[in-house]
């Protein structure tokens, strides 16, 4: 049977340990399995964690292996090679292809039930299309943490910029979770006034001020990479945030990367856009009308994910 409130995270790394942790901290009271091929350092985590469980709401956190997918309502990958500095996403192809066609595997003999699959590992959305492909399960269920991310980034920067509470934004970062990711700015507003419309009224913000704002959420994990060797707590909190949406149901707008088939004429590969996102993960994904700009940069996004997805097949 199924638990409602367990989660498995495959890979206890930086980025799978931290959302074990994000998740103890939420306050959603989970049973959480860490599944590592390093079983000893995800003990060593778990252990960790439940040593300040006297200060949170009860979670178990433990070491576990692919039997406890097999009760889990959630299924997070985290597994897998990490950017170095200076290397793209799609260069970590190769190296997590491997490793997705074991997982897939194990998640294929162990979860008759089909859980909701959250896709957190580099290039997040080939390997969400690539765990579509192999397990079979329907697209709702089976989708990655995309641009929610860089969205968020997105809102600091311009909340920065523009002085006001980046949860008062609504601004998207749509297309690939990687170098070809489209900032939407003709649908990033405040209070319901279009941006271009607020920001024309203030001083210090312009044309360069917009395409700076877009290269530093291009350039940020970069950065982070290249100061500290990886980035983990501002994923760990968009992973939390979209756990919180399955399990509470909250039918939130988060862009997540889901498999396509022919919105805006874009099918066979998964990438993100505006979604629902609910009880059975994607509930509906938005039919926004973009620019001309960014819809033809959206397609250029897309066209350049089917390309790396083609030769990673051949
Ligand atoms: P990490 O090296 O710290 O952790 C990876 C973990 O995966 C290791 O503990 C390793 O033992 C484990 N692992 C490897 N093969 C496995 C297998 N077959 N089964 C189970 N576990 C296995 O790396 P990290 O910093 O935690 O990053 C993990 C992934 O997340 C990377 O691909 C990284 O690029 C990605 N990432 C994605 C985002 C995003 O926004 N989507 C953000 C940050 C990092």
């Not at 290249?226 to 509470?248: F, P």
């Not at 993960?281 to 997805?309: C, N, Q, T």
Request: charged share 25%; glycine share 8%; aromatic share 8%.
């Amino acid at each position: 049977m199924i638990n409602k409130s367990k989660i498995s995270i495959i890979g206890a790394g930086m980025v799978g340990s931290t959302t074990a942790f994000a998740l103890m901290l939420s306050g959603l009271s989970l049973d959480i399995a860490l599944i590592d091929v390093d079983r000893k350092k995800a003990a060593g985590d778990a252990l960790d964690m439940m040593h300040g469980s006297a200060f949170l709401p009860s979670s178990e956190i433990y070491a576990g292996d692919y039997a406890d997918c097999g009760d889990s309502s959630i299924v997070i990958i985290t597994a897998g090679a990490r950017q170095k500095s200076g290397e793209s996403r799609i260069d970590l192809l190769k190296r997590n292809n491997y490793i997705f066609r074991q997982i897939a595997g194990e998640i294929l003999k162990n979860c008759p039930h089909q859980p909701i699959i959250i896709v957190v590992s580099n290039p997040v959305d080939i390997l969400t299309y690539l765990t579509y492909e192999l397990t079979g399960f329907s697209r709702n269920k089976v989708f990655g943490s995309g641009t929610l991310l860089d969205s968020s980034r997105f809102k600091y920067l311009l909340g920065k910029q523009m002085n006001i509470d980046p949860k008062s934004l609504h601004a998207y970062i749509i297309g690939e979770h990687g170098d070809s990711k489209v900032a939407a700015w003709s649908k990033t507003s405040i209070a319901g006034m279009r941006f271009a419309e607020y920001s024309d009224k203030r001083s210090g913000f312009d044309e360069a001020v917009a395409d700076r704002i877009a290269d530093e959420v291009k350039d940020a994990a970069y950065k982070v990479i290249e100061m500290k060797g990886a980035t983990y707590y501002a994923i760990a909190l968009s992973v939390r945030r979209i756990v919180e949406c399955v399990l509470r149901d909250d039918r939130s707008v988060l862009p997540v990367s889901c498999v396509l088939k022919g919105e805006y004429g874009i099918e066979n590969i998964a990438l993100s856009l505006p979604s629902i996102v609910g009880k059975n993960g994607v509930e509906e994904i938005l039919p926004v009308e973009y620019s001309e700009r960014e819809m033809s940069k959206l397609i250029s996004s897309a066209d350049s994910l089917k390309k790396a997805y083609a030769d990673l097949k051949s």
